[in-house]
């Protein structure tokens, strides 16, 4: 099996490194069976460098060849065919305590597509979507009908922090407040999530080893 991994820096021997808190499956050297993924993370990763003054950033996928079969005999594996409810615990343990150790050496993600969903809306938030899309011109049942890009979402991110002095956060952090707010709201792990589908909740498979930190090949 191919593994990719992206990022700004070529990886030629994985190791297994202390890395950033409120990941999926805490400490991980993350990888991906989808190359076009794994060029993503490198592009994400690439463009906040240089917003970050690192001009010079390159993207850069690692390819690494992995023996699923033979890795099975020697490691423990933690397999999640869908997204249930042991799932969502174990991120929500993941992202919530950084001493959390689960001791398996991998785990794979559902591979269930969650993307497409029906989720519900209050009444409120109804009437205003209505009232937003008959603002429209001739909108079509296909049309998106939020037409806001990426990098005007990370301006806004950069000037509503600028102006309020709190810490600027990633897009994708608002998903995980989401999640921590239904939390906090009571909502059972398995309404979570229904509610956020799977996506990142990042990729497909990790590695982990017993001293606590995590080898993420996905």
């Not at 509503?160 to 002095?165: I, R």
């Not at 509610?195 to 497909?204: A, C, F, T």
Request: proline share 3%; glycine share 6%.
């Amino acid at each position: 099996m191919k593994l990719y991994h992206g990022g700004l820096t070529a990886v030629n021997s994985p190791r297994i490194i202390r890395s950033e808190i409120g990941r999926d499956f805490g400490f991980a050297f993350y990888t991906t069976d989808i190359k076009e993924q794994a060029e993503r993370w490198a592009y994400r990763r690439q463009r906040a460098a240089i917003r970050n003054g690192c001009s010079s950033a390159q993207a850069i996928v690692s390819v690494f060849e992995f023996d699923e079969a033979a890795s099975r005999k020697n490691l423990e594996f933690l397999d999640f065919p869908e997204a249930n409810l042991a799932w969502l615990d174990l991120v929500v343990a993941c992202r919530s305590d950084c001493t959390f150790a689960h001791g398996k050496d991998v785990i794979t993600d559902p591979k269930t597509p969650k993307s497409n969903r029906v989720i519900q809306m209050p009444a409120f938030l109804c009437d205003e979507m209505q009232d937003y899309i008959k603002s429209l011109y001739a909108v079509q049942p296909t049309d998106r009908i939020f037409t806001v890009t990426k990098s005007y979402l990370h301006r806004e991110m950069d000037r509503g922090a600028k102006e309020t002095s709190v810490k600027r956060i990633r897009i994708h952090d608002l998903r995980h407040s989401h999640i921590s707010l239904l939390i906090d709201m009571g909502f059972t792990a398995l309404a979570i999530a229904d509610r956020v589908g799977h996506e990142s909740i990042d990729s497909p498979t990790r590695a982990r080893r017993k001293s606590g930190m995590t080898l993420r090949i996905g």
